[in-house]
């Protein structure tokens, strides 16, 4: 399959990896980053890229107005130390973000969610056989 896909943490290490092989394999791309650690230069050449905060309202327009087939998102904080300095912030960015693209998703009629979710902040990821009584979550987990 290929088609539209929204790549966020693009401009990072893991998502403009991520975006470079649905380039090669013929999907239409955009990256959505707000720069914060990332940078540009890291966004593979023929993908579109948005600059935006994945909890503000543009990120959320952009998911909802953008016709994609799938949200693979990987957009995080990733600094342990920030995440125990600044928990509110932390959780804001990886937890409150990730609702709002979720909920443009949903709008927008994206087919396909997918993402490290909790990927380095799960102490115990081996406890985590049953994804939580939520639809979208469900979905996700069960790719
Ligand atoms: N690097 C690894 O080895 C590894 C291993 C396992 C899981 N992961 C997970 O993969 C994901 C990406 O990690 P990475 O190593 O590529 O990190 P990274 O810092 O290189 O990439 C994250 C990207 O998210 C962007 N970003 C941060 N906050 C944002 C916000 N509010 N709005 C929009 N963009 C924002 C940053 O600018 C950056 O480009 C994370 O969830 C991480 O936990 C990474």
């Known amino acids: ?13 893991i998502g403009s990896h991520i975006a470079e092989a649905y380039l090669r ?4 791309v955009a990256v959505l980053d707000d720069l914060s650690r990332g940078q540009q230069s890291n966004v593979p050449k023929g993908a579109r890229f948005v600059r935006a905060d994945i909890r503000s309202p543009e990120a959320r ?8 087939d799938v949200l693979n998102h990987h957009a995080a904080q990733i600094d342990v130390r920030v995440s125990v300095d600044r928990p509110a912030f932390d959780s804001h960015t990886n937890v409150v973000g ?8 949903g709008e927008g009629g994206v087919k396909r969610r997918r993402g490290l979710r909790r990927s380095h902040h799960d102490p115990h990821p ?3 056989t049953q994804a939580p009584d939520f639809p979208l979550w469900r979905e996700q987990a069960c790719r």
């Open 25 to 28: 394999d013929g999907w239409e």
């Open 126 to 128: 081996g406890n985590r």
């Open 98 to 105: 990730f609702v709002n693209l979720l909920e443009g998703a």
């Open 1 to 13: 399959m290929n088609g539209r896909v929204l790549v966020t943490g693009g401009a990072g290490f």
């Open 61 to 68: 327009e952009t998911v909802a107005t953008g016709r994609f």
